[in-house]
């Protein structure tokens, strides 16, 4: 983000001194509510709250609220706040302060960014990083320790790969565990690539803890930075609201006080990381929710199997590519029942990461034991995360069990080059399979996984109605029968969304009562080629009526009168 970008999305998500109108007139050249009885309208009131009072037509609401104070925002589109279901804020600011390798094409590339950024640590210090994709490169392969070892023989270094699914180390970072690597034993949940019996630099899934266990922890202040940092973006890009995958009870705790100050300029939905402290303090006290309606958990967030990429993701049968190998399971089949089970005494929402098809299977298997007869009657709401291999005779399951599928659009878009390589041609009809979950009734709520992917909400609108990359490829769309409809994608991302998060009473569309969380574009999303989805411009990004992230063209309500 550029830094002029980065300080106006700050600035407005902070507190504004002049005193509010108690109804604020907003009208526009055309609003879509996404509320099924009033999906148009071209005007919209909301109190000093935030809270919406009235849809409709500009001449009726100016006529009936005529000292409400004036934003004509001429031409510009309005839509419902945005909302990623599924993202990582750490990790998103993290970007901004350690190397981002994302999108690099070549070996040699990652190497000279990790040359540069080097530069400017001090000695001794971890070089640490993250979104190097070896199927991005010409050789295609992991890469080993040895690429690292002649620009940084003393200086540790630990980078991530995109997915955050396997970790490449060099040596100097190896010898700081050394013991733990001796052997040719594997960790349960993960695997150690070695070659001659020797470690290679490659650390997939649980593994990775050898190495990043031993990374100097990062200080509060630093960690604060992040997390603003990682805010600004989402607003800047149009998110109102986001899914928070996997917070520890040390980020819940950084969360409430970002609340408490005021200081979270959108909506986060925290998922407790896995079986450890976080869920065990909601078990304790039961859902949260804070006071300023802008952070809750009630949700525990669950690994099942790796990803695809790294071939991690578990299958029913041999990776099509890697004969032997059917990935991993992070979470064992007994540990997933397990903690479904406490899940549900707990009450506490159920969401797992599942990538390959057994990995899908063996999620469904938990919930259906521990959901029981009330699986398809009961408000639980228990999403699977990805879903992005699964078996075609289990996708009916989903809707059996009321199980939502959260899927991010770029996943496919971003893995279609390599995917059908990996599962073949008969395994790839279940894999980012959007229509044909969506034509057997089961809930999509549509995110990134951010920093996995770009926070860009518009890429996922574009990769889900046109299944192609940047340049327009390939013609008519990878699995093209998988395309949904403008409308349907934009669902997705908001009432859809918001549903996945107990919120759509609140948020998701633009309906009387529910809060004035909205997007204003300069083009209309449902009436523009797929092609200029990507392109659309984010003018301003209100939460509870305020403005917390806005263009210069576009001004604050407050400086216009009626």
Request: aromatic share 6%; with cysteine; net charge neutral.
């Amino acid at each position: 983000m550029r830094p002029a970008l980065l300080a106006t999305a700050l600035i407005l998500a902070l507190p504004l001194a002049s005193v509010r109108a108690e109804q604020t007139l907003l009208s526009a050249a055309r609003i879509h509510t996404m509320d099924a009885k009033q999906p148009h309208a071209e005007a919209m009131v909301f109190d000093h709250n935030g809270r919406i009072l009235a849809v409709g037509d500009a001449t009726t609401l100016a006529a009936r609220y005529q000292a409400a104070k004036r934003l004509d925002l001429g031409q510009a589109t309005v839509i419902p706040g945005l909302i990623d279901a599924h993202g990582h804020m750490l990790g998103l600011g993290m970007l901004h302060l350690e190397v981002n390798l994302a999108g690099v094409r070549s070996k040699a590339e990652a190497l000279e960014k990790l040359k540069a950024f080097a530069e400017k640590l001090p000695a001794g210090a971890w070089l640490t990083g993250r979104g190097w994709d070896q199927n991005l490169w010409a050789e295609a392969q992991f890469p080993d320790a040895k690429d690292l070892d002649a620009l940084f023989p003393e200086r540790p270094v630990w980078l991530r790969r995109v997915d955050g699914h396997a970790g490449w180390a060099n040596s100097a970072a190896m010898r700081k565990a050394r013991r733990a690597l001796q052997g040719d034993w594997q960790p349960e949940g993960g695997k150690i690539e070695r070659s001659g019996g020797q470690p290679t630099g490659i650390f997939i899934d649980s593994a990775m803890r050898l190495i990043a266990e031993l990374v100097p922890e990062m200080d509060e202040a630093s960690a604060e930075r992040a997390l603003a940092l990682g805010l600004a973006d989402a607003v800047a890009h149009g998110l109102t609201g986001v899914h928070d995958a996997g917070v520890s009870l040390q980020q819940m705790r950084r969360y409430q006080r970002f609340a408490d100050a005021g200081r979270l300029p959108l909506r986060i939905t925290a998922m407790a990381d896995g079986d450890a402290q976080a869920l065990d303090w909601l078990c304790d006290n039961g859902v949260y929710q804070h006071p300023g309606a802008r952070l809750k958990m009630r949700s525990v967030k669950v690994f099942a199997d790796g990803a695809l990429g790294s071939r991690g993701a578990a299958l029913l049968a041999d990776y099509s590519d890697d004969h032997g190998n059917r990935g991993i399971m992070v979470t064992s089949a007994a540990d997933l029942q397990r903690i479904a089970h406490k899940s549900k005494r707990c009450g506490v929402q159920m969401a797992t990461h599942a990538i390959g098809d057994a990995g899908n299977r063996h999620v469904l298997d938990a919930y259906a034991s521990a959901l029981g007869r009330e699986a398809a009657s009961s408000d639980h709401r228990w999403r699977v995360e990805h879903a992005q291999v699964v078996s075609l005779e289990d996708i009916p399951r989903f809707r059996a069990l009321a199980v939502i599928a959260s899927m991010q659009p770029t996943h496919a878009t971003s893995d279609m080059g390599w995917a059908e390589q990996r599962v073949g041609a008969a395994r790839i009809q279940g894999a980012y399979a959007w229509r044909k979950f969506r034509d057997a009734g089961v809930h999509l709520a549509f995110g990134s996984d951010f920093p996995v992917e770009a926070v860009d909400p518009r890429l996922g609108l574009y990769a889900a109605v046109s299944r192609k990359d940047a340049n327009g490829q390939p013609a008519g769309g990878w699995q093209p029968q998988e395309k949904l409809t403008a409308w349907e994608a934009l669902r997705g991302f908001t009432l859809d969304a918001a549903y996945a998060g107990f919120a759509e009473a609140e948020v998701g569309s633009l309906e009387v009562g529910k809060r004035a969380d909205f997007v204003v574009l300069a083009e209309d999303p449902l009436a523009i080629a797929d092609a200029a989805l990507r392109h659309l411009h984010v003018q301003a990004t209100y939460v509870d009526g305020k403005a917390v992230y806005q263009r210069d063209a576009i001004r604050h309500p407050d400086s216009i009168d009626p």
